[in-house]
């Protein structure tokens, strides 16, 4: 939602626009892969709401579980890394779709890395991924960011202006960077919640190892937070603007 000119009878700041990534794919796939084949265990990421079904999903037999472990924590630091390129004011051409490099190629600022471009669907029921990413479809009321208008409002000034909702269940709230906040459905259906998931994070410090993300999900830790350099995020897709 955004005003392009001020209306004194509307509180929502004419300047201020935010981001909702309400249905994230290929971050919703990196969590159907893991929880299928039961890989990247240590890794503190939420339980999953709704649970999917996995059909006759399975880790395939071409590598073994460490190594799909591995590739999958690699896929996950690439899907956040993705982030921090993105230009979320370019709507990329079919052409520009078709020609996206393998993440292994690099990340492209326009659209984000896929677990499929990688793997394709080895051991993976694409009839229930699919199921279940429909049951995910947003529920959210139209108006959450205004409800929360209070806590959003210094919360944008702070620099947020996406949030990116995730299927995890209960309270989850992380800043990402600066401009991104990842909640779960479940803090964004409640307006008290997601309003305390703002006020929590309206700080301009991004976070460091030790605070709750490092607490809640080691993968959500900053470039150089552990001293490699490498960077592991928490836990993509269609985005409505507010």
Known sequence: MKWSTPRPENP??????IRVEDDPHNLTLLLFVRQAWSIATDMGIPPLE??????D????????????????????SQAWGWYDINDPTHHPTPAEMRESPDPSQGLNPFIPPFWAQQYEWEGLDRDAYQAWEQSLMPKFPQDAEPRS??????????????VIVLPYKGYFAQRLSRRHLAVSADVRNNPDEYSRALREHNSKRRPVEGSACGQLNRACLYPGNDGSGEARRPGLGASRVH
Do not use: C, E, V, Y
């Not at 709704?50 to 059909?55: E, L, Q």
């Not at 395939?60 to 996950?76: E, F, G, H, L, Y």
């Open 57 to 76: 999903s399975q880790m395939p037999t071409s590598a073994d579980a460490a190594t799909w472990s591995t590739r999958w924590i690699k896929a996950w």
């Open 12 to 17: 929502w700041p004419h300047d201020m626009l």
């Open 50 to 55: 709704p649970t999917p079904d996995f059909g």
């Open 149 to 162: 208008l209070q806590a959003l409002i210094p919360a944008w000034k702070s620099g947020i202006n996406t």
